[in-house]
Nanobody, 125 residues
Framework: VQLRESGGGLVQPGGSLRLSCAAS????????IAWFRQAPGKDLEGVSC??????YYEDSVKGRFAISRDDAKNTVYLQMDTLKPEDTAVYYC?????????????????????WGQGTQVTVSS
C-alpha cells in the first residue's frame, strides 16, 4: 500500500490549489481516504474524507474544499478554493479499510493505518 501526495505550493489568499493523492496496492472503492493537515506548532487535524458511501468535511473548510476521487486513476483529489492563511499546513492523505464511515467521530489520526509523505501548502501574500 502506498499513498503519494502532490499539488502543494505557495498561493495568495483567496487562491486555489488542487491536491492529489495517488494510491497503489489497493483499489479506492474498498477504502476510506482522508486528508489531514498539520499547521506549524499544531496537532494533525482531519480535513475531509471520502468513501463509496460517505463524505466528510471539517467545519472550517465546508463550502471551500471539495473532495473527489477518480477510480480509473486510483487517485483522490482535494480541491481547495478561497484559501486563507490559516490553511497553511502540511497536508497528508491517509487510508483505512475498516473505518465504517467518514464522519467527525471517525476521521481521527489513530483510525488510519497508511499515510503519505505530505505536501506543503502555504497561503501568503
Amino acid at each position: 500500500v502506498q499513498l503519494r501526495e502532490s499539488g502543494g505550493g505557495l498561493v495568495q489568499p483567496g487562491g486555489s490549489l488542487r491536491l492529489s493523492c495517488a494510491a497503489s496496492g489497493f483499489t479506492l472503492d474498498a477504502a476510506y481516504i482522508a486528508w489531514f493537515r498539520q499547521a506549524p506548532g499544531k496537532d494533525l487535524e482531519g480535513v475531509s474524507c471520502i468513501s463509496s458511501g460517505s463524505i466528510y468535511y471539517e467545519d472550517s473548510v465546508k463550502g471551500r474544499f471539495a473532495i473527489s476521487r477518480d477510480d480509473a486513476k486510483n487517485t483522490v483529489y482535494l480541491q481547495m478554493d478561497t484559501l486563507k492563511p490559516e490553511d497553511t499546513a502540511v497536508y497528508y492523505c491517509a487510508m483505512d479499510f475498516q473505518l465504517g464511515s467518514c464522519s467527525k467521530s471517525t476521521v481521527l489520526v489513530g483510525m488510519f493505518v497508511s499515510w503519505g509523505q505530505g505536501t506543503q501548502v502555504t497561503v501568503s501574500s
